[in-house]
């Protein structure tokens, strides 16, 4: 065991009798630290305040969170760093640390929460077992997209993370199909936890240093729980914007001490900027962008999430005939531009409309402009030449997070 086990008791002791700091105080001084120390790796006992180092634990997390704890850090998201560039670079070649605790979490609890899930949404939740995860998708009775939920399969519920903007509205949907003989609860569990996604290639070298290595090279969702300072750390497999990566979930009261781990171990802090530019780089469709009503799951390219062979929920009808009379009309591409563009700009193809842009973002120095939009398939084609608007040029190409998600073969 490593010298930092004497720190949990000093760690917990410093939490209950001083002050902790405001959440943007927190980040701020992470950020200056991390920039400080960029060339020079701090030694492991000097940075965590707490020990990673015991083994998983066998507890549901998600019930022992109290109100009070989620004054101590709340939603601390960071617009920008002026830094957006590195942030990106780090992704692709070292490691970032992004706080979503602006996101969603629904705990869904009670005999029947596998049943209900697995009714409610698009994947097959019947065939997953505890510590296990999985993307799903929420969908209106014709299969248009509402969100794509993280789910994670715990010992006395599951968790599911959705975007910002659909929490309540998914929450409320929930509550409203539990009929008088389920044996559900739904409990909206945004405000008493706190989120963070650790991304980019070294992120597996950082989740070694800090002796959760055990999950590395699990399968996607897969998670464990954890003890820091007796709060629970939850760990798992995938960060939202790809299938590699880590997603921490966590007390907000220890939530100032991990951020400050992570950055400790090399982390290059995220804000929200630079997250909005990687998602749409990296093709990750979001809630009234390209999760609409204009759009339904398969043209979203959600195949990952989609199972086709579970029984009746709620979409399947109309996935089934998508699937079976090949009635996918439109996909989504990424689009590499010649210059800005509005969102809802039509894209046209030898002057006739085929398509509509969903989202742009001015890009790297590396990318250039990027936007994601809706094509007809007919004249979708990686490396074709679309104009978006009155007279940007636009190149179609395949974006990460769509390539990882495999349709079914014919046969």
Same mark, same amino acid.
Request: charged share 20%.
């Given at each position: ?46 940075? @965590? /305040?707490? &020990?990673?180092? /015991? /083994? ?5 997390? @998600? ?6 704890? $989620?004054?101590?850090?709340? &939603? ?11 942030? !990106? ?6 490691? $970032? ?19 209900? !899930? ?9 065939? !997953? ?7 799903? %998708?929420?969908?209106?009775?014709? $299969? ?6 993280? +789910? ?9 993370? %959705?975007? /910002? ?89 220890? *939530? ?10 090399? $982390? ?5 900027? +630079?997250? =909005? ?14 999760? *609409?009503?204009?759009?339904? %799951? @398969? ?40 210059? *800005? ?38 004249? +979708? ?6 104009? %978006? ?6 190149? !179609? ?6 390539? =990882? ?7």
């Amino acid at each position: 065991m490593s010298s930092l086990s004497a720190a949990i008791s000093c760690g917990c002791s410093l939490r209950r009798t001083t002050h902790v700091p405001t959440s943007h105080k927190l980040r701020n001084d992470a950020f200056w630290l991390h920039q400080k120390n960029y060339r020079k790796r701090f030694s492991l006992s000097w940075v @965590l /305040p707490f &020990d990673l180092s /015991p /083994p998983p634990i066998d507890l549901d997390p @998600l019930g022992t969170l109290t109100d009070a704890e $989620a004054e101590v850090w709340k &939603d601390g998201t960071t617009k920008t760093y002026d830094n957006d560039d590195e942030q !990106l670079d780090a992704v692709n070649n070292g490691v $970032a640390v992004v706080d979503l605790s602006d996101y969603g979490r629904i705990r869904v609890s009670g005999e029947d929460r596998i049943r209900f !899930l697995h009714n409610q949404t698009t994947a097959n939740f019947e065939s !997953l077992v505890e510590g296990q995860g999985c993307d799903t %998708v929420f969908v209106t009775p014709t $299969a248009r997209t509402i969100d794509i939920s993280y +789910a994670w399969v715990m010992k006395n519920a599951i968790l599911l993370v %959705v975007s /910002p903007i659909t929490c309540g509205r998914i929450t409320e949907m929930l509550n409203k199909y539990i009929f008088f003989d389920d044996k559900v609860e739904i409990q909206d569990i945004t405000n008493q936890t706190s989120m963070f996604a650790l991304l980019g290639p070294k992120s597996s070298r950082v989740m070694e240093d800090l002796n959760l290595g055990d999950l590395v090279g699990q399968p996607y969702g897969s998670h464990k729980h954890y003890s820091v300072g007796g709060m629970p750390l939850t760990v798992a497999v995938g960060s939202f914007i790809s299938v590699e990566g880590f997603t921490f979930m966590m007390s907000p009261a220890t *939530a100032g001490s991990v951020w400050k781990a992570l950055l400790g171990q090399g $982390a290059i802090p995220m804000g929200s900027s +630079a997250w =909005e530019t990687l998602r749409i780089l990296r093709g990750r469709p979001a809630p009234g962008k390209e999760l *609409a009503d204009e759009f339904n %799951v @398969l043209e979203a390219g959600l195949w990952r999430a989609v199972s086709l062979n579970k029984g009746c929920y709620k979409g399947q009808e109309t996935i089934s005939r998508l699937v079976t009379y090949d009635g996918i009309k439109q996909s989504l591409w990424g689009i590499r531009l010649s210059s *800005a563009v509005e969102p809802g700009s039509s894209i046209k193809v030898d002057g006739k409309k085929v398509g509509k842009l969903t989202s742009f973002t001015s890009g790297t120095k590396a990318s250039g402009p990027f936007g994601l939009g809706y094509i007809k398939r007919r004249a +979708a084609s990686d490396g074709n030449t679309v104009t %978006v608007g009155d007279s940007v040029v636009g190149t !179609l190409v395949e974006v990460p997070f769509l390539k =990882e998600q495999l349709p079914p073969s014919k046969a």
